[in-house]
């Protein structure tokens, strides 16, 4: 495989334009009908997206879980100046269909283990669905085989899905967090 080659948002969002080569098998689970539950925000809204969470040992997320443990760890940690070496042992695929929802939120849940966050998108044959960050003022519109990476303190939310059903798997890069000073961007290099 050639080199993956990240680009850079606001706050430091990596987006890795076709890093799913492949999505096919994990689409393919996604589109099970069984096994789905509610999300978190099952208890705010009942109008909530769906989940299935998957061990990353299944070989349909091999692919998935290579990309994870080496280029998207090596990318965050060389971005950051970090030198994490885990991830979270699942996947969870979440379905979102027009008129669900998740509101915004941080994925940390107040866990120091969850350095980032790890959205793949599956397909890109339905309408809105972009990942917003309020605060940074940044939209990642979705299509299928990008792959975004996020400090997992960041607020986001999906943006309403207006026809269709969208998919993402999403998983998280672990570590212990030694303090604020980790987020801060980097000064450029001349």
């Not at 076709?18 to 925000?41: F, H, I, M, V, Y």
């Not at 994925?107 to 966050?117: K, N, Q, S």
């Amino acid at each position: 495989m050639g080199a993956l080659t990240p680009v850079e948002g606001a706050g430091g969002i990596l987006e890795f334009p076709d890093a799913l080569t492949d999505t096919q098998a994990l689409l393919d689970l996604a589109r099970e009908p069984d096994g789905w539950q509610p999300t978190a925000n099952a208890s705010v809204t009942d109008k909530h997206a769906n989940m299935r969470t998957l061990e990353m040992t299944l070989p349909a997320l091999a692919p998935y879980r290579a990309l994870v443990e080496g280029r998207l760890l090596d990318a965050a940690n060389t971005r950051w100046g970090l030198a994490l070496r885990e991830h979270l042992p699942q996947a969870h695929l979440v379905r979102y269909e027009p008129g669900q929802m998740y509101p915004p939120h941080f994925d940390h849940l107040g866990t120091p283990e969850r350095f980032f966050t790890v959205i793949g998108y599956l397909n890109d044959d339905y309408q809105g669905g972009a990942t917003v960050f309020p605060d940074l003022d940044l939209r990642i519109e979705p299509r299928a085989g990008k792959v975004a990476v996020f400090p997992s303190h960041y607020c986001h939310y999906p943006a309403d899905v207006t026809s269709g059903t969208k998919y993402v798997a999403v998983t998280f890069l672990l570590g212990r967090r030694p303090g604020p000073r980790v987020f801060r961007l980097p000064t450029p290099r001349p």
